[in-house]
């Protein structure tokens, strides 16, 4: 169990969007690092601390916490999709690719949907494989549209 906790934190990590994507026409915030400059980058920080509280709750064998954090991440997809639809942020990589984007994008917010149903029903087994799929589509998405 330890192992498989570790290697899904892991996995987590390497799903944080990192500090290269800047809105268009912009730079880096003079908030900090604390104050992501784009709403891609407040989703992808919602979204860790959603798995990472999903990965806890697999080692304490209760899951109920991480379906609050989901709601978020939905929630902030839509300031993502606004900014893509409005022009303020433009994909780092493949930015003609907008459309399969947009599938990605919509089948992956259907698995956080089925790992937050998951997570409301306090099923560790179910949450840890929707995880699993979860995690697959964040290294899917990333290999196509992180620079």
């Given at each position: 169990?330890?192992?498989?906790?570790?290697?899904?934190?892991?996995?987590?990590?390497?799903?944080?969007?990192?500090?290269?994507?800047?809105?268009?026409?912009?730079?880096?915030?003079?908030?900090?690092?604390s104050v992501p400059a784009n709403p891609v980058q407040h989703e992808m920080r919602l979204l860790t601390t959603a798995l990472e509280?999903?990965?806890?709750?697999?080692?304490?064998?209760?899951?109920?916490?991480?379906?609050?954090?989901?709601?978020?991440?939905?929630?902030?997809?839509?300031?993502?999709?606004?900014?893509?639809?409005?022009?303020?942020?433009?994909?780092?990589?493949?930015?003609?690719?907008?459309?399969?984007?947009?599938?990605?994008?919509?089948?992956?917010?259907?698995?956080?949907?089925?790992?937050?149903?998951?997570?409301?029903?306090?099923?560790?087994?179910?949450?840890?494989?929707?995880?699993?799929?979860?995690?697959?589509?964040?290294?899917?998405?990333?290999?196509?549209?992180?620079?």
């Open positions: 169990m330890n192992r498989l906790l570790l290697a899904l934190t892991v996995s987590v990590a390497a799903c944080r969007e990192p500090e290269v994507h800047a809105p268009v026409g912009g730079g880096a915030t003079a908030s900090g690092p509280a999903t990965v806890r709750g697999i080692g304490a064998g209760d899951v109920r916490g991480a379906e609050h954090e989901l709601h978020g991440v939905h929630a902030a997809k839509e300031a993502t999709e606004a900014a893509i639809h409005g022009g303020s942020y433009r994909l780092p990589k493949n930015a003609q690719r907008l459309d399969h984007f947009r599938e990605l994008d919509e089948t992956f917010h259907h698995d956080l949907e089925a790992l937050a149903d998951a997570s409301h029903r306090n099923d560790v087994t179910a949450t840890a494989q929707a995880l699993g799929v979860v995690m697959r589509g964040c290294q899917g998405c990333h290999v196509e549209f992180r620079p």
